[in-house]
């Protein structure tokens, strides 16, 4: 067996070893480790091997860099010196010397690891050679991060690691959500079968990266909106961002992982294991499939990143007792002022719940202990109080109750106990109650019992709920208010009774019986519905407070909305009486309340029944519907127009013949109430739509009984497409062409007037109800409509039509071969709108005509052409407007060209750092003054570090 010497005197003695330094390339030289990062590191240490080596093994850990140095290539080699020795799974040797690839050299290894080991040239055709000969003949390769940064001009060696590192959209400082591809594969064991968040640069890869050729392990969770990034940033077409795996090559074996940029990473057992693992599985030792990802029968399912967004770094933190322990002994000493990185990790950790048994009941070990010191300043004590009401258990209060007694810890302590998940919480603030403390403790546990939501309140609370004059009582009452329990309600009743002129009791007793109810077991509800109707009504026959009236007559109204107690009041006496009770009964959707109401109509005064109207908007009762035709014939134009609008939230098919005479009313507020009312009617089972198309074209006057022609033809087809009723989309179309075939709306417009106006009216009408009605697939048949147009307002609306139906059509290639032979016949007044509608399409070949509009002889169609594009305001705008701003022959193109790309700039969904690019191009083809502040303009408005930057350069230049 081999003997190993105790972890702890390892650590000293690998504490020691880490104050040496190793040159990455010539004239490089990393600092020591200091003392925190070799604990951490070590505390991450796998215990054992998870397999057993078949012999003993040499890693050649290789650190030569010859272009970006990375911080982090001294964490990882004494990680992985660490992990050889005190796993027993390798010996390790580090060398940044091309020696070490001479055939001879390389023979005397088991597997080579490059370790951020950026743009390595390996020119050398010799070291070419063995490289590949050691990995095909049966030896293992390992890359960490930058290691798929290397070979440049070989791409045998790029291929050979599996992927080419092409730019990092995912920098050191996000936090990236990581998918567990792969899983039940034994180099994930680590990962426990879930998906992860990490902070770390993640490498976009391309070259030979396929899942065709390796088997990919983890990959950037692209279902997550923070791992979206803008589309310049991105080249790969597939969102395969891989950045874990494994692959054979000949008889060898390869392992890649993209994770190793931030020093941190080797301080995440997960991540060590899986590194080790993976140098297992290259040394040979560790089994693993390597079977493609694409050519698995059975595609394993993945683990996406969870909802908790507590890194693994941040976990690690927690899930090491020296690292816990040192960790508390830091913050012990924050002062208020101090920085916050560090504190808010460990908060956000123990917020997240993420942390097992073992480890929550460490940290409230700690905690507990460090208040207790004297040493622990107060600021640090206030913010460990607050920690244990997140993770405490029964441990913790003792501590707490104790602090509670501290005047300087009392709010943090007494906070904590409303926080704690225990019942005994509220025995601890029950003593606080007692005349022994402060006034201030007094209040604070009141306030954090009531916080507590309990089903009764003790005594001391009881006793002071009776009085208003102080802080206290004022805190009693509100905690009564959060209880929920039978004999709290009861108790505040009495109270209230006995002086039933004081608001705040009132107050406190219809929300702790409001509480009850919605707290209340299924079976306990129509129990305590009744005793809180009775006692509401009792109240509301004493109280003669005006406010303790209105708030208690709406707590009744809502239970019992035709409760006596409620018609007790002459109808003059309170006007917010009576409209709280009014509204009540009108929107409680009760029958009884509606009858009552509709009796004594004649006796509602008009500004009453304006509200009561309105309230029916905003909560929609079909059953008030009878209340509603008495209100739709006030004289009161207030209340009629509040009605209209009711009808259209409560009504039905029966409600549109009703809503159609009032159409037709010469008041224009009535009508255009009427006109927003039936577009919004409910459609009851399609019968509403159904009774509105009946209307369309005749109109039955419901006195005469007789059928004639509407004269509201338009505004009929206008409510039908603002209700997105389909059907009347071809008879829309059929109104502006006047195919007789097609629709009968000929003969209707002859019997209202045969020339004029009114035909003018109902094409315009068609027109727009052909903009509200368009789907995907509609584009033929609006582009066909330009012959039809008559008007300004026909153009307006078809223009509408045109560039929405353009952006949704299914085949972009037939919207844009139908715009370019629309184009060749166009009048001058639609040749705008057709340019305009192809930067709608996001399609090759609009791109590829609007670049021929802009290299057309015709002076006014580049012009037209360029505003179009400035309109448009996306990429492909601002590509073709860049190329104008030089290749345009007129400088009067030039400078159009120029103000549009400026302000595309400015809409462009970039980041702000690529902006600042876009305008730095802009201002080298900027030819006028005019521009020059405009892009200078926009610059400011961005305010981030590369616009300050440019911005000064510019000062400077002028100077």
């Not at 240490?45 to 093994?57: F, L």
């Not at 009744?530 to 407070?545: R, V």
């Not at 006057?701 to 509407?710: E, G, P, V």
């Not at 972009?812 to 032979?821: F, G």
């Amino acid at each position: 067996m081999k003997h190993r010497l105790p972890r702890a005197l390892l650590l000293s003695l690998f504490t020691l070893h880490s104050s040496l330094f190793l040159p990455a390339k010539p004239g490089e030289q990393f600092p020591p480790l200091t003392p925190q990062e070799t604990s951490a590191i070590f505390a991450a240490i796998p215990e054992d091997a998870r397999a057993k080596p078949q012999r003993p093994r040499k890693l050649l850990v290789f650190y030569r860099t010859e272009g970006f140095v990375h911080k982090s290539i001294p964490n990882a080699n004494h990680a992985l010196k660490l992990m050889g020795e005190l796993t027993g799974a390798y010996t390790v040797t580090f060398s940044d010397d091309m020696a070490q690839f001479e055939p001879a050299a390389l023979a005397a290894y088991d597997a080579v690891l490059f370790n951020n080991t950026s743009r390595l040239k390996f020119e050398n055709p010799v070291h070419r050679r063995a490289l590949l000969d050691f990995v095909r003949n049966g030896k293992g390769m390992i890359g960490i991060h930058a290691g798929s940064d290397n070979f440049p001009t070989w791409p045998e060696g790029q291929a050979l690691m599996g992927g080419v590192f092409h730019s990092h959209p995912w920098v050191a400082r996000d936090t990236v959500a990581v998918k567990n591809d792969d899983p039940g594969h034994i180099l994930n064991t680590a990962f426990e079968k879930r998906g992860f968040w990490i902070t770390e640069e993640i490498y976009q890869h391309v070259g030979p990266y396929s899942r065709e050729k390796q088997r990919v392990l983890l990959s950037l969770d692209m279902s997550r909106e923070e791992n979206k990034r803008p589309a310049n940033k991105i080249v790969r077409d597939d969102n395969d961002f891989g950045i874990s795996w494994l692959k054979t090559e000949g008889k060898g074996r390869v392992f890649y992982t993209s994770l190793g940029h931030n020093k941190n990473i080797f301080e995440v057992p997960q991540i060590l294991q899986h590194l080790l693992d993976g140098i297992q599985y290259a040394l040979g030792d560790l089994e693993a499939d390597a079977v493609p990802s694409a050519k698995l029968k059975t595609q394993p399912k993945p683990a996406l990143a969870p909802d908790d967004k507590t890194t693994l770094q941040d976990l690690a933190i927690l899930c090491r007792p020296t690292g816990i322990n040192y960790i508390f002994e830091q913050l012990s000493h924050y002062e208020y002022g101090d920085p916050l990185a560090q504190q808010l990790a460990v908060e956000r950790t123990i917020r997240s719940g993420k942390p097992a048994p073992v480890v929550r009941d460490n940290v409230e070990r700690q905690l507990i202990a460090l208040i207790q010191l004297s040493e622990t300043t107060a600021a640090a004590k206030r913010v460990f109080l607050n920690w244990l009401g997140w993770i405490g258990t029964e441990k913790s209060i003792p501590t707490l109750t104790a602090a509670a007694k501290d005047p300087y810890l009392a709010h943090a302590a007494i906070s904590a106990l409303a926080a704690l998940n225990t019942p005994n919480a509220n025995s601890v603030l029950s003593s606080l109650l007692n005349q022994d403390n402060t006034e201030f403790t007094r209040v604070e546990a009141a306030n954090a019992y009531g916080q507590r939501r309990p089903s009764y309140c003790p005594d001391a609370l009881a006793e002071n709920a009776n009085v208003s004059t102080t802080l206290y009582s004022i805190a009693a009452l509100e905690a009564f208010a959060n209880s929920s329990g039978i004999e709290t309600i009861q108790t505040l009743r009495d109270y209230t009774l006995d002086d039933p002129q004081t608001l705040p009791r009132i107050r406190a007793l219809l929300a702790a019986t409001d509480n009850a109810l919605r707290r209340a077991p299924a079976e306990q509800t129509d129990s305590l519905r009744a005793q809180a109707i009775k006692i509401y009504a009792e109240i509301l026959g004493t109280t003669t407070a005006p406010v303790a009236r209105i708030e208690t007559a709406q707590a009744l109204v809502t239970l019992d909305p035709v409760n006596p107690a409620l018609f007790q009041f002459p109808i003059d006496a309170d006007p917010r009486l009576r409209n709280i009770i009014a509204i009540g009964m009108a929107t409680s959707g009760n029958s009884d309340a509606i009858k009552i109401l509709t009796t004594r109509f004649a006796d509602i005064p008009a500004d009453t029944l304006s509200r009561m109207m309105r309230s029916l908007v905003t909560n929609p009762s079909p059953v008030a519907l009878p209340l509603i035709d008495l209100a739709l014939a006030s004289e009161n134009l207030d209340a009629q127009l509040a009605a209209i609008a009711a009808a259209g939230a409560c009504g039905n098919e029966k409600t549109v013949g009703k809503l159609f005479l009032l159409l037709l009313s010469k008041n224009k507020d009535i009508s255009s109430a009427a006109f927003t009312a039936l577009t919004q009617l409910p459609d009851c089972d399609g019968k509403t739509n159904i009774e509105l198309h009946k209307e369309l074209y005749e109109f039955r006057d419901i006195n005469s009984k007789k059928k004639h022609w509407a004269p509201s033809l338009p505004q009929n087809l206008l409510i039908l497409a603002h209700r997105q009723y389909r059907d009347v989309f071809i008879q829309a179309l059929g109104n502006i062409e006047f195919d007789p075939i097609r629709t009968t709306a000929r003969e209707a417009l002859g019997r209202l007037e045969r020339e004029g106006d009114a035909q003018a009216t109902l094409r315009a009408a068609a027109f727009e109800a052909v903009a509200l009605l368009v789907r995907p697939g509609d584009f033929p048949e609006i582009i066909a409509l330009s012959e039809y147009i008559k008007r300004p307002a026909d153009r307006r609306e078809w223009t509408k039509a045109l560039y929405t139906s353009a952006a949704i059509h299914p085949a972009p290639a037939e919207a844009v071969a139908l715009i370019e032979k629309q184009l060749n016949a166009a009048k001058p007044a639609d040749r705008a709108a057709l340019i305009a509608a192809l930067t709608m399409i996001d399609a090759p070949e609009a791109k590829a005509v609007l670049h021929s509009m802009l290299t057309s002889p015709d002076i006014d169609a580049r012009k037209e052409t360029i505003r179009a594009l400035s309109s448009a305001r996306g990429e492909t705008a601002y590509e073709l407007l860049l190329e104008r701003i030089t290749a345009a022959p007129g400088e009067s193109e030039r400078l159009l060209a120029q103000r549009g790309a400026i302000d595309t700039v400015d809409h462009l969904a970039i980041h702000a750092n690529d902006k600042v690019k876009a305008y730095r191009k802009l201002w080298k083809t900027a030819q006028t003054q005019e521009a020059r502040d405009a892009i200078i303009a926009a610059v400011k408005n961005l305010g981030n570090s590369s616009a300050k930057k440019f911005l000064k350069e510019i000062s400077q230049n002028e100077k």
